[in-house]
């Protein structure tokens, strides 16, 4: 009856919104027309919300549920609002923290749209600032109307709506069932149940001839609402389950579907492959668009073997002693096992922990304060530290020149025996791009290897992606600070680390990325790494401070600094206890382990 009463709901609203646009024959267009009507129904859910804000007395259960029909009138819409239009995006929905811009760092732009609102209106049983609540009202309300705006002149075509659409499946998979956008209200579950509904309707535009691969899509898509919609609390929501026997059907169906109707995918250089069906494949993964020319050159294996071999050469250090893996360790998941290590000339510990190289390739910026874009500015940073290796590009190029072991390597790869500072970089870089495989036994099971992982592991990430919320900073299916769908920026975080993890707790003096951007939210602020192989990376956060998982969980369960007693203003970690037992703690050192590559 569920299932009858899903399609007959979204056959009917899709009837009523198309109905007027008969007449115009591309598929493009009519969808073009659903979002503009879809744009008018979140204006008129917005205005309503904005009415009972600015009411003398508020009445909070009809602001509430004002504000859940505004937001799944937003969530109908999303996949186009985001493709399109990030930016008003980000004013309509974006997350409760200061934007810096680089050009005018001193001046953060404070947040704004549903989620500070959400704050306002459900963090307690009374709302503190009125005021505040309706200037957030008004600012939500501007911001869609630019929306309103843009779409009147917007031009679609049928790649670009199933582009969108794939992009919004995935997002439900790593930011929508995780809590990222409704962290208190919750109402994550529901708002994907809303966007799967609108994939229904947008889709059955395109299924005019009533073809057998849209009725299996969409019986997949329906199966999926009512999982999302069986009143199952969103800490003990199935989402591995959820993700692995049912959004991947749904998304290879999608591809099918796509197929068939003989719409193409795009080809140009991205992260993640335009026709991506499975999050969890190591082939749909490109992590050469982290590079300088976005694409694979063609002599990449010959570049991969060069990088191999200058990876554990100690000509490239200034005393011709220490080389990369000296300190990138492959034993130790390429990290060194140490707080800080020595410093090059052993008086004293460099700034940081050592990081793992491993997936370092797949993410949009290097360095715990973010400051190069690319492996190839890492790799000369770090060999011309006087710190680390205590060298220059130049010299080192000059003394491997001389080495005959590596002329046939050196004439293969470039067609001359001459290396200079960019061959060095691009070869090191392209070495450490071949270490992003996704083969962990979990990424075993969430291919369809049911015996991979054990039950207990299977509850670990279902708690990281739930109670834990350690999944709406490290995104899956990296697991790092690299924000999902589109996979085009890693995210900073502040979240309080001590100097030591023991009483008496002082905040560790280390600025982070501040020292690189002058801007206040950037305060303490560090890249947020992978938890990929993270049983073999201890000690752990910037400066080692963490020498375990056991310790490491009882940070983050605690509220990280804030929770600990520091005086942390700009933390961006929650400070409240999470309440995880020691069952569920040890259930997410389960998962995290199953995340080791072999």
């Known amino acids: ?324 893996a000296s300190c990138h360790i492959p034993e130790k998941a390429f990290t060194d096992g140490l707080t800080k290590n020595k410093s090059f000339d052993g008086k004293k510990v460099i700034l940081r922990n050592t990081p793992s190289i491993l997936f370092s390739a797949l993410q949009p910026a290097q360095f715990a304060d973010t400051r190069v874009s690319f492996l190839e500015d890492q790799a000369k940073q770090v060999i011309e530290n006087p710190e680390e290796m205590h060298n220059n590009l130049k010299h080192a190029a000059q003394k491997i020149k001389k080495e005959k072991k590596y002329s046939n390597l050196l004439n293969k790869t470039f067609g001359t025996t001459e290396i200079g500072e960019i061959e060095i970089q691009t070869a090191l870089a392209a070495f450490i791009r071949t270490k992003s495989s996704l083969n962990s036994r979990f990424d075993d099971y969430m291919n369809g290897d049911d015996h991979a992982v054990t039950a207990t592991e299977i509850k670990g990430f279902n708690i990281f992606m739930g109670k834990a919320k350690c999944g709406t900073c490290h995104f899956m299916p990296l697991f790092n600070g690299t924000v999902p769908p589109n996979f085009l920026k890693i995210e900073t975080e502040v979240l309080g680390v001590p100097e030591k993890y023991s009483e008496p707790y002082r905040l560790d003096s280390d600025p982070g990325k501040f020292s690189i951007i002058a801007s206040e939210p950037y305060k303490n602020a560090f890249k947020t790494t992978t938890v990929r192989n993270v049983e073999h990376t201890a000690p752990y956060m910037h400066n080692g401070s963490m020498k375990n998982l056991v310790d490491l969980l009882e940070f983050y369960n605690k509220g990280g600094g804030a929770g600990l007693g520091l005086h942390v203003t700009n933390q961006t970690l929650p400070s409240e206890t999470l309440h995880l037992t020691k069952d569920e703690q040890s259930s997410l050192v389960a998962f995290m382990k199953s995340l080791s590559n072999r």
């Open 1 to 324: 009856m569920k299932k009858i009463s899903i399609l007959l709901a979204v056959t009917s609203f899709t009837f009523y919104l198309i109905h007027c646009t008969r007449a115009v024959s591309p598929k493009h267009e009519q969808i073009r027309q659903l979002y503009i009507s879809g744009i008018k129904e979140l204006k008129a859910k917005a205005d309503r919300f904005f009415t009972l804000s600015s009411s003398a007395d508020i009445d909070i259960i009809s602001l509430r549920n004002a504000f859940k029909d505004a937001r799944f009138a937003y969530k109908r819409i999303e996949f186009l609002s985001e493709y399109y239009f990030p930016t008003t995006s980000k004013a309509i929905n974006g997350a409760p923290i200061p934007e810096v811009e680089a050009d005018n760092p001193k001046y953060p732009v404070e947040p704004g749209g549903f989620q500070v609102i959400e704050e306002l209106i459900f963090a307690d049983s009374v709302i503190r600032d009125t005021s505040y609540l309706v200037l957030q009202s008004s600012l939500l309300q501007d911001a869609i109307i630019r929306l309103e705006k843009t779409a009147e002149s917007l031009l679609l075509t049928d790649a670009h709506i199933w582009d969108a659409l794939r992009l919004e499946l995935f997002r439900i998979e790593t930011l929508g069932i995780s809590g990222y956008d409704s962290p208190i209200a919750k109402l994550s579950l529901f708002e994907s149940a809303e966007i799967l509904k609108s994939c229904i309707t947008y889709l059955l535009v395109y299924d005019q001839d009533k073809n057998n691969n849209y009725k299996k899509l969409t019986d997949a898509i329906q199966t999926s609402i009512r999982l999302l919609e069986s009143n199952i609390s969103f800490d003990n929501f199935d989402r591995a389950s959820f993700i692995r026997s049912h959004m991947n059907k749904v998304t290879s169906l999608l591809n099918e579907t796509q197929t068939i109707t003989g719409i193409p995918y795009f080809t140009e250089p991205r992260p993640l492959a335009a026709d991506a069906s499975n999050l969890f494949d190591s082939k749909v993964w490109n992590a050469w668009y982290y590079s300088t020319n976005y694409r694979k050159p063609d002599n990449s294996k010959l570049l991969e073997e060069l990088g191999a071999s200058l990876f554990y050469e100690p000509l490239l250090s200034g005393n011709n002693m220490r080389t990369c």
